[in-house]
């Protein structure tokens, strides 16, 4: 092996650029060539590589988005668009990829395993929605962004006596929702995987109230119901004044955490140390703080577990 | 002069608690008495009020909301209603009130002032719509976290190639619009006050996307047109990919700037020190970075004039 | 049991307000009382008591430092000292402590539970060096405020082809320095646990700029060695610009994160069920990502063990 | 005038950027061609050009520091060196160049002019101590990286009854110290410009301390004494425990805000538009909110006038 491609595929995710910093840097200094892909599995096929040195990725670790840019490109699950990939990534003499992506890319990933060019996925998604692993790349930042928010939202909430519902991302997945709703103190948390009562959310708002609270925040995860539709439902029970709000895209910028940099580098390191190892086929996570690896044939079959204690968790605070 | 009233009213904004603290701790360092009169003008008809230390305003001046609660009292406009409230500050042995508020809240000191309570009212509003002034407290604060936002959501419009409608706070003023719009380098910035051509908005965004700019951000100011339907006119004549999005009450919250503390001290210090005067019924503003003050009634028939020459200095950035 | 307390000890912690929270709310929820003992184990023997109630720790998640207030006092290791702060939680009906703090304050909840009153030790410190835990309370906070200043001074010496040598808290201990070191893109991370070779850092750092980096970082951990010292030892080898630079106190402070919200909460509600269970004499700790408790005296002769393998990852990044 | 030349001078400043975009902008809209010139008048003289298109500044208005590098030059007070400077900008068709700096840079500017090549001078610096100018290029930015450290650091100092003496930069200027002290509701402001009274803030700070006030901050501008100094000083008159804390150089980075986005982009613009009228030899401030232009020449007798009333109003603050 001796040049290795690179590519982020999905929605991009606070991190990616220092997994792509941390892929190129140790990839050159194991004394590896490294081409970035941009545009994702359509760059791919379209053959927009260039290489990247150690100087490139200089000043892009603080950096929120993608250097390699982005796109969706369902055209890649077809067995032609495959062969064109391959053929593209051959030309230029790359013998094995790195994926950065949500679940999506793993099947492009695992694609290109099968068609002799080892490939390793990296999970960079905000939603840590992605199974076999506690965390994925850009999840903190966007909880932190997203309760940033809040504690901005909780300021007008007081002053006004209001209940806001506050729509998180994470597609069907409730992680973000638990873990800022802790973080924010939130009244209530509404998550897609687990059930949960309105009128019993707003009953208890309105026993906060009268024990003197000045405000009530519910985080709702995008995946549950619409933060529109929510209030209004609260409304049906409560006799307070309610309004709905979805932070949306603003999740998924801004400079990384600590921990998002951290952990992406990492991630993109040890992808890099699976390659030279001569491995393939395989999806990088962290388990219980613990790199960890797994087929990606198995990430097709397998559900990421959230920490679902945290709502018991939030029940105790808010009881 | 003995003893004076303090209450908020309207909308919250970042930096009322620091014009709170100022005239607090005025007052006490020239011998006066300060009450807190929580809830804005309801509470002041109530009679909810409450003596202010210098120590109870420690630890605020940093603090987003209003520790003073607020609310809209339409019935402030009855005689009857306002009878009332002045009973209650004589009652109390207030001789004079300091009103934070939009301007809905002057009409409240005014008719304090007509019946003998003399009263001066602060622009405390994130809109920076008040006539007769350039600032307003808070509308740093909320034009510093709208541009924070939009920071954000410029790494992921990039990493996708997306134009994103950005809605901001402002009602029917454009001023934050404005601002943000210059300091976020928007393509293009849409105002109630002005009028704009979606269609020439959009070819220039093409020209941009085929020249290689790899984003595109319009700022617009809520009182212009919903963020939905603008995207939607914007994608008649685009073939781009583009989003709404709507900051919404995130932007009243937070930590008020440098900007906003140290004009809401400067402020409330001077309210108090034209109430020793014996003034009453005055509106205090910025012009030209100088404290300034108008009669109330003035503001009544007066109109906010923006900084309209950001627009063109906006085209020149985008050309 | 029927009541217990609560204390904060050594230097303060942002997040230490979050398990103040959750140990209020949990007990509450679980039918005891609370009550808040100020100044440390100071206040314990002194008597400095007042009831918690869960609307006293309203808006106190989002908060830095400690409603309570911290103190040293090395007095506690008395044994008369010790049977008038037992003697402070008799007269008050207090069955259990909960203390939060640093490694001093594990002795005192050791001789309380000696004397009879169950006390669980929860990790309170930005330093990260306590042993039998990954993760203390505030050192998320510390990290993420330490790299968010080294990226303003990246910005000042990449203008001016600079290296700056920084310098991080941790007492001995040098996790602040790596995990900051990490995130920042450090060209160098200096611990007081592992050696170090300043000649061959200036030789390091000169090559990246024959290479054309614009600007070198140094993160240097308090314990190894001052900054100004380390960059006069620098500038005997390099030819370079330098500056030292101390973060100092700002590290302390400030709104906590995500990470350190979730983890006090979850440790202050742990901590309350421990004691609910009948247990004392524990410290609780984070070990691969699960709440943990060891019996208090294992932590005396144990030593915190740094994740050191994030300076060969940088290395990879730097080579 | 066809070609005009841009060029960064002396310490860095958040906003530089700012004003290079609209530099760059603003002369391509009006049909000139722009070069950047790296590392200030020493790149001058090297002939370090290069051409910068509009698309070069995309992505640059929210970088601290300044993508051109700057560079201290003392030689360009030489003859022989201006005339240097001079062939070189001949040499490569420039007729014109703008030059963002401090009040050193505004020599060289008028030193060019002199030589027939025309030159405006933007005020660039964090300080804030250029003559006949409100306002400096970054001195918002460094004014809020400042405050927020100090909210950081009244935390632990109200965690444990502290006094911190906090060093803020401006040379010889007080204004920093003064915006921040009062937006940090600042115990005393110490700047050099003024007479201080070391016991005087020593007592007032026991007074503070007596009527229950948790902590004390002193802002000490730079110029006025070195804070182990103060703060040695100060532990001569009062029992209290007091720490030294310099802020540094993370003040001169950081991403810069609205107000020095906003401003630099006005200042670069209308430099463009001196030039276009055929002026040079001219400073650019900001006066009364206006923008102004003063001759060069005046700015060497001149002296900044801050806003000292600042110091009477904190006075309020803290009686």
Do not use: W
């Given at each position: 092996?001796?040049r290795?491609?690179?590519?982020?595929?999905?929605?991009?995710?606070?991190?990616m650029n220092a997994?792509?910093r941390?892929?190129t840097?140790?990839?050159?200094?194991?004394?590896?060539?490294v081409?970035?892909?941009?545009?994702?599995?359509?760059?791919?096929v379209?053959?927009?590589?260039s290489p990247?040195t150690?100087?490139?990725?200089?000043?892009?670790?603080?950096?929120?988005g993608?250097?390699l840019y982005s796109?969706?490109?369902p055209?890649?699950?077809q067995?032609?668009?495959?062969?064109?990939a391959?053929?593209q990534?051959?030309?230029h003499?790359?013998?094995?990829?790195i994926?950065?992506g949500g679940d999506g890319s793993?099947?492009?990933?695992l694609a290109l395993t099968?068609?002799?060019?080892?490939s390793?996925?990296?999970p960079?998604?905000?939603?840590?929605?992605?199974?076999?692993?506690?965390y994925?790349?850009?999840?903190?930042?966007?909880?932190?962004?997203?309760?940033?928010?809040?504690d901005k939202?909780r300021?007008?909430?007081?002053?006004?006596?209001?209940?806001f519902?506050v729509n998180?991302?994470?597609?069907?997945c409730?992680d973000?929702?638990?873990?800022?709703?802790?973080?924010?103190?939130a009244?209530?948390?509404?998550?897609?995987?687990r059930?949960?009562?309105?009128?019993e959310?707003a009953e208890?708002?309105?026993?906060s109230?009268a024990?003197?609270k000045d405000h009530g925040?519910i985080?709702l995860a995008?995946?549950a119901?619409?933060?529109?539709?929510f209030k209004d439902e609260l409304l049906?029970y409560?006799?307070?004044?309610?309004?709905a709000?979805?932070l949306a895209?603003?999740?998924?910028?801004g400079r990384p955490t600590?921990?998002?940099r951290v952990?992406a580098t990492k991630?993109?390191?040890y992808?890099?140390?699976?390659?030279l190892?001569?491995?393939?086929?395989l999806?990088?996570?962290?388990?219980?703080?613990?790199?960890?690896t797994?087929d990606?044939?198995d990430?097709?079959?397998g559900?990421?577990?959230?920490?679902y204690?945290l709502?018991?968790?939030?029940?105790?605070?808010t009881?």
């Amino acid at each position: 092996m001796k040049r290795i491609g690179i590519l982020t595929s999905g929605g991009d995710a606070p991190g990616m650029n220092a997994a792509i910093r941390a892929v190129t840097r140790t990839a050159i200094s194991h004394g590896l060539e490294v081409f970035g892909i941009r545009y994702g599995f359509a760059g791919l096929v379209a053959g927009d590589f260039s290489p990247l040195t150690a100087e490139d990725v200089d000043h892009t670790i603080n950096l929120g988005g993608t250097i390699l840019y982005s796109a969706r490109y369902p055209e890649m699950a077809q067995e032609e668009v495959q062969q064109k990939a391959v053929e593209q990534l051959k030309k230029h003499g790359i013998d094995a990829v790195i994926v950065i992506g949500g679940d999506g890319s793993y099947h492009g990933a695992l694609a290109l395993t099968r068609h002799g060019i080892n490939s390793i996925g990296l999970p960079g998604t905000i939603d840590n929605d992605i199974p076999y692993t506690d965390y994925t790349i850009g999840y903190d930042t966007a909880c932190e962004t997203a309760m940033d928010a809040i504690d901005k939202i909780r300021d007008t909430a007081s002053s006004h006596h209001r209940v806001f519902v506050v729509n998180v991302m994470g597609r069907e997945c409730g992680d973000i929702a638990m873990r800022v709703g802790v973080a924010s103190g939130a009244d209530a948390i509404v998550i897609p995987e687990r059930p949960y009562d309105v009128k019993e959310i707003a009953e208890s708002l309105k026993r906060s109230f009268a024990k003197g609270k000045d405000h009530g925040i519910i985080v709702l995860a995008e995946g549950a119901m619409s933060a529109d539709k929510f209030k209004d439902e609260l409304l049906k029970y409560g006799d307070f004044d309610a309004r709905a709000n979805v932070l949306a895209h603003m999740q998924r910028g801004g400079r990384p955490t600590v921990e998002d940099r951290v952990n992406a580098t990492k991630m993109g390191n040890y992808a890099v140390k699976l390659l030279l190892e001569g491995k393939g086929g395989l999806a990088v996570g962290f388990e219980n703080n613990e790199l960890s690896t797994h087929d990606i044939l198995d990430l097709f079959d397998g559900k990421h577990e959230g920490d679902y204690a945290l709502l018991d968790l939030n029940k105790d605070m808010t009881k």
